[in-house]
């Protein structure tokens, strides 16, 4: 059956993931502007030259009561490492419908608008551990491989806590082993069964992707540059759009820039660098193919404010896109075969076929499922 390419040992995934993109961090050590790798590492510094009062607090906590005395003094820990829409759509979506006490671990210096009312208190952290409450009944995070997860994950360990993780993006080969004695809460029983890969240890609990599901309720293209006092000059919604994955772990930057390159030309399609294609090698190849005429569509206007076709490697935006009702393929000359297999359990269709049908089935929200299965255990 496929599944993870380490399922268990979490130090060999590590090693692996240390190994991929050498340049990018000797970058970010020389330049000590790296502040993604200073909150994966507990304890990281701070920017020692900064004016106290800028410096952030390394780790906040921030608190919420129960809504009413029914709801018991079991309290639910998020442990929040990134304020990324898919981070934010997996862990604190969920609290609109929590009816029992939360606290929320994050970095200081990430941003959760979810947690911006007169209802939250906020307590400053040094380290995440300090986190740990005896009030705790439940430990939630996408997974031990960022700071506030593997604190959690201590904490869940340590004192015997259900510990779940939610899943919040796609799944690889590639993805992180899941903590031990986890439960997942996946986005279908297939992604379950391939991040489990036949764990004893582990259980899945299939509640659906709230990413996704907030996707289907977007109408596309409707907004783009209307906020803006200078509206940002859109493509022709005809063209496709080609979703980058460059800064992508798991494949060669040759396939899949060889993939953009290759479909731009033959489509007229637009390349769409990813976010994080920021790095030297990224902005170079972006240069170099900008100068060989490849045009590149807008990256300040949100995907989901555009109608065009989406095109890409195997990114989360092809289903995004199709769950808004969009037309979505995906595209690669020599993929390997867990790529295949990837497109086959998201039934991402390929470049002349019929576009992806929508991900989103009818029924309960996932954020509701979510919040229902953390508080059937307190």
Not at 39 to 65: F, I, M, N, Y
Not at 161 to 174: D, K, N, S
Not at 319 to 338: I, K, M, N, Q, S
Request: one cysteine or more; a negative charge.
């Amino acid at each position: 059956m496929a599944g993870l390419i380490h399922p268990e040992n979490f130090e060999l995934w590590t090693e692996w993931s240390r190994s991929r993109h050498r340049l990018r961090r000797a970058k970010h050590a020389v330049t000590g502007t790296a502040s993604a790798v200073r909150h994966r590492l507990p304890g990281g510094a701070s920017d020692e030259d900064a004016p106290a009062e800028d410096v952030p607090a390394a780790w906040v906590l921030r608190s919420r009561q129960a809504e009413d005395a029914d709801a018991g003094e079991r309290r639910i820990l998020f442990a929040v490492d990134s304020g990324t829409p898919t981070s934010r759509a997996a862990l604190l979506s969920s609290l609109l419908y929590q009816r029992v006490g939360v606290d929320v671990l994050a970095p200081g210096d990430v941003e959760l608008p979810e947690l911006d009312g007169e209802e939250w208190t906020t307590r400053s952290l040094d380290i995440p551990d300090d986190a740990a409450s005896t009030s705790n009944g439940a430990i939630v995070s996408i997974g031990q491989h960022l700071a506030a997860g593997a604190a959690a994950h201590r904490l869940a360990r340590r004192r015997g806590i259900p510990e779940f993780v939610v899943q919040h993006g796609a799944l690889t080969p590639y993805a992180p082993p899941l903590p031990y004695g986890a439960t997942l809460l996946a986005w279908s029983a297939a992604d379950g069964e391939f991040w489990r890969s036949d764990r004893e240890d582990v259980s899945t609990i299939d509640v659906g992707s709230q990413l996704l599901w907030q996707a289907a309720h977007e109408s596309p293209g409707t907004s783009a540059g209307t906020e803006s006092e200078s509206p940002v000059e859109l493509p022709d919604p005809e063209r496709p759009i080609f979703l980058g994955q460059l800064h992508g772990a798991e494949l060669s930057r040759r396939l899949t820039g060889g993939a953009a390159v290759r479909f731009c030309k033959e489509n007229n399609g637009l390349y769409r660098p990813h976010p994080a294609e920021t790095d030297v090698l990224s902005r170079t190849q972006h240069r170099l193919w900008q100068r060989r005429g490849l045009e590149f569509a807008p990256t300040d206007v949100p995907l989901r404010e555009l109608p065009n076709p989406v095109v890409s490697v195997f990114s989360t935006g092809v289903l995004e896109t199709a769950a808004r009702g969009g037309d979505a393929w995906v595209f690669c000359p020599g993929a390997p075969g867990w790529v295949k297999e990837m497109w086959h359990r998201y039934d991402m269709r390929q470049v002349g076929g019929a576009p992806t049908p929508s991900p989103v089935a009818e029924g309960e929200e996932p954020a509701a499922r979510i919040a229902r299965v953390l508080e059937d255990v307190l």
